[in-house]
């Protein structure tokens, strides 16, 4: 694809609470946006813990994840919400050992394997602050007692566990304040895929100006008193609710009292009838509570939605299904678009939504085969084969590509290629007979396992039969269905300077022609047409899901007819070889009847020029009319270098007569809609959104 030079500077900046905030993302990867990838300080991928305890289990990547929400806010000193992300990865199956660990001062990732019942039965464990306490698949689990968390404590991260059974047998029990989860005055926590039931008094209790909370894909059931937010004269809390199943609680699904900020959204309440307990009331803004309500499912509750007359109360898509007693609303309330990126699912997915992804997951990931499989795994899953490559002979393997190679034809059943830190200097193909193969850096950075080559479009094959071409060109050439690839870097690091006469610089780092493609964590770096995300052919489908990543390059870096998402994840604008700066960030060519290019909830700049990147330009592959690119760019932060008119046309193809848009966009080059400016309406956003593009494939880290 042509060039197109022009002169450019730009910075990502810091933003602090009250201004727009990136990606839901911590706010020091917005700063790294503005890098080639930053300091790499894994608050998007996996593996920043350090090594595992002598248990020899690590966390899965997910475990060592930040959050999302307000949780996700840079405030009070803290920069989002990671948890014990920077500590040592500890395996603990008795009351003693998670005490140890969670009480500690040092930060940890503290993985429960298996069940820790509680003595004295209601005792609620004191956290500290830099904690990550995990589940290991859906065997960790707190029985008779749960956590605490003081004033002053920060940084915690709660995620995959069952809390349950301390119920004294009085229903409404005003003795016996046995809670899963409580907190009071803490900040930035982040409460995620948990199943929490059964309990004295409540589920989760956010007390005390407790605030920077996010509470996500929990299920909540069986228990009177669920969940309370606020309790204090000070309006204080800022907390996001989403995704959560509520199921045969009768009351405070939340209730919230004098909350400055509460978001909730996407969460179900279900009241089944015929059964021992019955709803009282759903949400409830009390006292001076500023709340968002949207997109959220109420199915036979009593009193889904009710308000005091000083509170504040928006509504937004919600469904009632069944429902009866009050349902109030008003008052302006606030933006949370001010605060976090987010996309809401439409409030008639969110029953099947919710079902599906709330409460714990049996996947751990396949970190913890890489270290000896330590942690109990569940009957359904498989243990992945995993095959070791140390460019210093340490291990089997020397190559990456020796080990694709041992990879059996027709494989079943997951493989990963775990690659010890270093440079290996190779190109890599996986061959599309050998699916469900992961390449996995085993370093603590993604910067630490690199894997580079400088082939470029116009190169000389050694063997005499011409040049690579584009695609030949790939430093990494995945042709496997299913393949994943996490914790490590994929460049092509071709000298445009140094090869002036050379014609064709289009030089691929990584090229994708399969279906299931999940990039985790990675760095994706060049210059002119980095990552090419395509399809085994015209007719095939090829999904791709890429996540908390990097992609770096300047000419339609980002390009082909895959259908595509890439989340939350910062895009950095590279100048040219020669100092100047101008280009396109994709170039879709996509099929008529298919999805193209999603970017989402992500951060697009770098340090070049203000107005001299478009977001992308409409690319007809070799003339062919019948096919219709399509580039969508929503709930993103665009530096300034992002032009006012961002789409371009190409090779004689409009790009009006295909299919680029905004929406919710945030930065100094977000721009109002208008003729050159497209923007989705709200309805057709509701069509725009990352299960759109998947088609019913949920991506899972293994």
Do not use: C
């Not at 727009?20 to 911590?26: D, E, N």
């Not at 933006?335 to 099947?352: C, E, H, I, L």
């Not at 899953?381 to 140390?390: D, F, G, P, R, S």
Request: charged residues 20%; proline residues 4%.
């Amino acid at each position: 694809m042509s060039e197109t030079p022009a002169r450019t500077r730009a910075k990502a900046r810091h933003r602090r609470r009250r201004k727009i905030l990136a990606t839901g993302v911590p706010l020091a990867l917005v700063a790294a946006g503005a890098l080639a990838y930053g300091t790499d300080t894994g608050v998007f991928g996996p593996g920043s813990a350090r090594a595992a305890s002598a248990a020899g289990y690590t966390a899965p990547a997910w475990a060592t994840a930040g959050a999302d929400g307000f949780a996700s806010v840079d405030a009070l000193g803290q920069r989002g919400t990671y948890g014990g992300r920077d500590g040592e990865t500890v395996t603990v199956r008795t009351q003693a050992e998670l005490e140890k660990y969670a009480t500690a001062e040092e930060p940890y990732v503290i993985v429960v394997a298996g069940t820790i019942r509680v003595a004295p039965v209601g005792k609620e464990i004191k956290v500290r602050s830099d904690k990550t306490i995990v589940g290991a698949g859906t065997s960790g689990q707190i029985v008779g007692g749960g956590f605490f968390l003081g004033t002053g404590v920060h940084n915690v991260i709660i995620r995959n566990l069952t809390i349950r059974d301390s119920y004294q047998g009085v229903w409404n029990d005003k003795e016996h304040d046995f809670d899963a989860i409580q907190m009071d005055g803490a900040h930035h926590v982040w409460i995620d895929h948990n199943d929490l039931r059964h309990m004295a008094d409540g589920l989760i209790d956010v007390r005390k100006d407790s605030t920077y909370v996010t509470v996500s894909w929990n299920r909540l059931s069986d228990n009177n008193k669920t969940f309370g937010i606020g309790w204090t004269e000070n309006v204080a809390t800022d907390v996001t609710v989403h995704h959560n199943w509520f199921r045969e609680t009768e009351q405070r699904n939340p209730s919230t009292d004098n909350a400055a900020h509460a978001h909730l959204y996407n969460n179900y309440l279900e009241d089944v009838p015929g059964t021992g307990i019955t709803s009282s009331y759903g949400n409830y803004a009390r006292g001076r509570t500023s709340m968002v309500l949207e997109n959220s499912y109420f199915q036979g509750v009593n009193n889904p939605v009710i308000k005091d007359a000083t509170a504040s109360l928006v509504q937004r898509g919600n469904v009632f299904s069944g429902t009866s007693g009050r349902n109030e609303s008003g008052g302006t309330a606030f933006d949370p678009a001010r605060f976090y990126a987010y996309t809401p699912d439409r409030a008639a997915d969110v029953p099947g939504l919710v079902r599906a992804g709330a409460g714990p997951r049996t996947s751990i990931g396949v970190a913890d085969a890489q270290q000896g499989g330590a942690a109990p795994k569940t009957a359904t899953t498989k243990a992945a084969t995993t095959l070791t490559v140390a460019r210093d002979g340490t291990a089997r393997y020397r190559t990456v590509q020796a080990a694709v190679d041992a990879v059996p034809a027709g494989n079943t059943s997951r493989v990963v290629i775990a690659v010890k830190p270093g440079t290996y200097r190779e190109t890599v193909k996986v061959p599309s007979d050998k699916p469900h193969v992961t390449i996995q850096g085993t370093g603590t950075s993604r910067k630490q396992t690199v894997i580079t080559y400088d082939n470029a479009a116009g190169t000389p094959k050694p063997d005499g039969s011409g040049t690579y071409g584009t695609s030949g060109s790939a430093t990494v050439a995945v042709e496997a269905d299913d393949f994943q690839a996490r914790n490590l870097t994929i460049a092509n690091d071709f000298d445009e300077a140094a090869h002036q006469s050379l014609d064709g610089h289009q030089a691929v780092a990584l090229r994708t022609a399969a279906d299931k493609v999940f990039l985790d964590g990675v760095i994706v770096t060049g210059d002119q047409d980095t990552l090419l995300l395509d399809t085994a052919a015209k007719d095939r489908l090829g999904r791709v899901y890429m996540r908390d990543s990097y992609v770096v390059g300047n000419v339609d870096f980002i390009f082909g007819r895959a259908s595509a998402v890439i989340d939350r994840s910062v895009i950095t604008l590279k100048k040219r070889w020669n100092g100047t700066s101008a280009g396109y960030v994709t170039a879709p060519s996509t099929p008529a009847d298919r999805k193209g290019f999603l970017i989402s909830r992500s951060v697009v700049d770098g340090d070049v020029a203000a107005g001299s990147f478009h977001l992308g330009r409409t690319w007809h592959a070799g003339g062919d009319a019948a096919l219709d690119p399509q580039t969508t760019v929503r709930d993103t932060r665009l530096g300034a270098a992002i032009k006012s008119t961002p789409w371009s046309d190409m090779g004689g193809f409009s790009w009006k007569d295909d299919r680029f848009a905004e929406y919710r966009n945030s930065g100094p080059g977000a721009g109002a809609a208008g003729p050159d400016r497209p923007h989705l309406t709200d309805s057709q956003a509701a069509g725009q959104e990352i299960g759109d593009w998947l088609g019913g494939w949920v991506p899972t880290a293994s």
